[in-house]
């Protein structure tokens, strides 16, 4: 069974330019959610989505947005990059908003 | 906000000995889960928990959801270089959707 797939990897942009990632979840999962990871702050929660609603938001700016699809996948976006953007992103999926998460591997951002 | 509070931050263990890691909390979690992240890679579930007083294993990892539904730990029995990593505990707090997750205990086994 394939695990959560994130693309790309690796970006690097420059500040004020804007990024989309991609997030496409385990087969039969429909809650997506995305956290971003920092070393001096651990996993802080962006977003969940379900059924392509947004169900939960945590403390960020409204440069980070994103959108879940008909197919469960879902895709984060981050408009006017800054240097403190720069962090592993990181997209779970799960069955069930109350069900266990499972990680991808990340797209690490850098900004320059 | 809810807070989830994971100690130790970091641990150095020699090859052999038992490792212990507990996350704690003052509100009453659903659920429990253990993960373990290697350098470069996303968090990998070990252990969910979803009952109080439940003690659950996985090979060499134990992890058990504390009876006051506000804490829960883990176990590494016989530790191996292998084990090396960060361990993140994450809980759903009663009546919420989103997960909480802990600081992380770093883990270095020394061979």
């Known amino acids: 069974k394939a695990g959560v797939t994130q693309t790309p990897r690796y970006l690097i942009k420059t500040r004020g330019q804007q990024v989309t990632l991609s997030c496409s979840p385990i087969?039969?999962?429909?809650?997506v959610s995305w956290y971003q990871q920092t070393p001096g702050q651990g996993l802080q929660f962006l977003f969940e989505?379900?059924?392509?609603?947004?169900?939960n938001k945590g403390n960020f700016p409204g440069r980070f947005s994103g959108r879940q699809f008909s197919n469960s996948r879902s895709e984060m976006n981050v408009s006017t990059l800054e240097l403190g953007d720069s962090a592993l992103y990181l997209c779970?999926?799960?069955?069930?908003?109350?069900?266990?998460?499972?990680f991808g591997d990340g797209t690490r951002l850098s900004i320059l | 906000g809810q807070q989830l509070n994971q100690s130790p931050q970091s641990m150095f263990i020699q090859e052999g000995e038992d490792v212990s890691m507990n996350c704690t909390s003052s509100?009453?979690?659903?659920?429990w889960l253990w993960y373990k992240q290697d350098p470069g890679e996303g968090p990998v579930l070990l252990i969910a928990?979803?009952?109080?007083?439940e003690l659950t294993s996985n090979g060499r990892l134990t992890a058990q959801f504390g009876i006051t539904r506000k804490d829960s730990f883990l176990n590494i029995s016989a530790s191996i270089p292998s084990d090396v990593g960060i361990y993140f505990c994450?809980?759903?707090?009663?009546?919420?959707?989103?997960?909480?997750f802990g600081t992380g205990t770093r883990l270095k086994v020394l061979a």
């Open positions: 779970a999926s799960s069955q069930g908003p109350d069900q266990p998460q499972h």
């Open positions: 087969s039969g999962h429909r809650s």
């Open positions: 989505y379900f059924s392509e609603t947004q169900r």
């Open positions: 509100s009453i979690f659903n659920t």
């Open positions: 928990l979803y009952k109080a007083g």
């Open positions: 994450a809980g759903l707090p009663s009546g919420t959707y989103k997960y909480i």
